[in-house]
């Protein structure tokens, strides 16, 4: 099922042939540059079944993103349930990873302007959250693009104590 259509994108159910490319860039080292570490194929193809359980729970999840110009599998872009211990928390989150090859092509903020906008009529929730790591400024700055606002910086609580990672900046965007 397509979910959204843009002009370069199609976001729909994932299918069996987007595990190989997903583990692929789940393992890729520039993009889990601002996570903890790379996943092997066996904790992405965990992280697919995860992603389809919440489709089947919730109605809305990470979608798969797809070029329209040739049909290949590219990254997600969606929404995930913030699964942290935290003042935000329980709350939804907007979030995208994009192949390594596609960065600085607009297709994530592309994707996540077109989630957002789906958003206001499809699902059940009128904020949504984003952070990332201090040092991740290319999330930050889509983050800006679709029109989230900074709250605050926060140590992240799963992120271990002196970790270069540790520091995060919370945005939000309330749909009307």
């Not at 029109?147 to 009307?176: C, Q, R, S, W």
Request: aromatic share 14%; net charge negative.
């Amino acid at each position: 099922m397509i979910y959204i259509e843009t002009p370069r994108l199609l976001l729909r159910d994932w299918k069996e042939d987007d595990i190989l490319p997903f583990a692929s860039i789940n393992s890729n080292p520039h993009v889990m540059k601002y996570f903890l570490k790379a996943l092997t194929e066996e904790e992405s193809l965990g992280f697919y079944n995860r992603i389809q359980n919440e489709f089947s729970q919730c109605g809305y999840g990470l979608y798969a993103v797809e070029k329209k110009e040739d049909g290949a599998f590219i990254g997600y872009t969606g929404f995930h349930g913030i699964p942290l211990d935290i003042d935000f928390a329980p709350g939804i989150e907007i979030g995208w990873r994009i192949r390594y090859d596609e960065w600085n092509k607009g297709y994530a903020t592309e994707a996540a302007k077109a989630c957002l906008l789906y958003a206001k009529e499809h699902v059940p929730f009128d904020t949504i959250w984003s952070f990332t790591s201090l040092s991740n400024k290319s999330s930050e700055r889509v983050m800006q693009k679709i029109g989230m606002t900074k709250v605050k910086e926060f140590p992240h609580p799963a992120i271990p104590d002196n970790h270069p990672l540790k520091e995060h900046v919370l945005y939000k965007i309330e749909l009307p």
